[in-house]
T-cell receptor
Framework: ETGVTQSPTHLIKTRGQQVTLRCSSQ?????VSWYQQALGQGPQFIFQ???????GRGNFPPRFSGLQFPNYSSELNVNALELDDSALYLC?????????????FGEGSRLTVL | GESVGLHLPTLSVQEGDNSIINCAYS??????FIWYKQESGKGPQFIID?????DKRQGQRVTVLLNKTVKHLSLQIAATQPGDSAVYFC????????????FGAGTRLTVKP
């Protein structure tokens, strides 16, 4: 186990709704990255938070937003949900000061948009 | 655009055989590569990594080979076991900067008893 926990594990929403996904990073890790994984595809980078600031963003629209808290836990918010937002959302924590790019992933939150 | 990709989407091997999973990358600036294993219903799990100043790195039953000339990466699994059945992803990012780790589409490895 990686020590990264995500909630909820599964959820169903309808188009136009908003969703908040949560992630607790591994102890000692100050960086959280969020990925979207569509069925049968590799994870796609959404954004990363380092010390409560956004530290890089992938090709996702502004309706994807996030937060990181002082305890390094994080939230991913998606507004105006679309059918294509249905995917597994993965959170990964890391600590760049360790000089390794290894990401420690949680088991994900599976979002279904109807 | 630049991408990380895999040669084969599926691979089936007999238990005890060696497995080789291949990956091509096109970003010549990439200097850090990682292999992840993802079992059904779980998040990706780190297997092994390699930096661009190396061409081979060995772990427990796994070896990663990097050929920068042809931008090719491979993962070798020795004596493949049923527990190795999973989807394997190669990923690349810049050294010490993993704020844009790019993953390939994955190869599904099935180990037959």
């Amino acid at each position: 186990e990686t020590g990264v926990t995500q909630s909820p594990t599964h959820l169903i929403k309808t188009r136009g709704q908003q969703v908040t996904l949560r992630c607790s990073s591994q102890s000692g890790h100050n960086t959280v990255s969020w990925y979207q994984q569509a069925l049968g595809q590799g994870p796609q980078f959404i954004f990363q938070y380092y010390r409560e600031e956004e530290n890089g963003r992938g090709n996702f629209p502004p309706r994807f937003s996030g937060l990181q808290f002082p305890n390094y836990s994080s939230e991913l918010n998606v507004n105006a949900l679309e059918l294509d937002d249905s995917a597994l959302y993965l959170c990964a924590s890391s600590r760049p000061e360790m000089n390794t790019g290894e990401l420690f992933f949680g088991e994900g939150s599976r979002l279904t948009v109807l | 655009g630049e991408s990380v990709g895999l040669h084969l989407p599926t691979l089936s091997v007999q238990e005890g055989d060696n497995s080789i999973i291949n990956c091509a990358y096109s970003n010549s600036a990439s200097d850090y590569f990682i292999w992840y294993k993802q079992e059904s219903g779980k998040g990706p799990q780190f297997i092994i990594d390699i930096r661009s100043n190396m061409d081979k790195r060995q772990g427990q039953r796994v070896t990663v080979l990097l050929n920068k000339t042809v931008k090719h990466l491979s993962l070798q699994i020795a004596a493949t076991q049923p527990g190795d059945s999973a989807v394997y992803f190669c990923a690349e990012t810049s050294r010490y900067n993993n704020n844009d780790m790019r993953f390939g589409a994955g190869t599904r490895l099935t180990v037959k008893p």
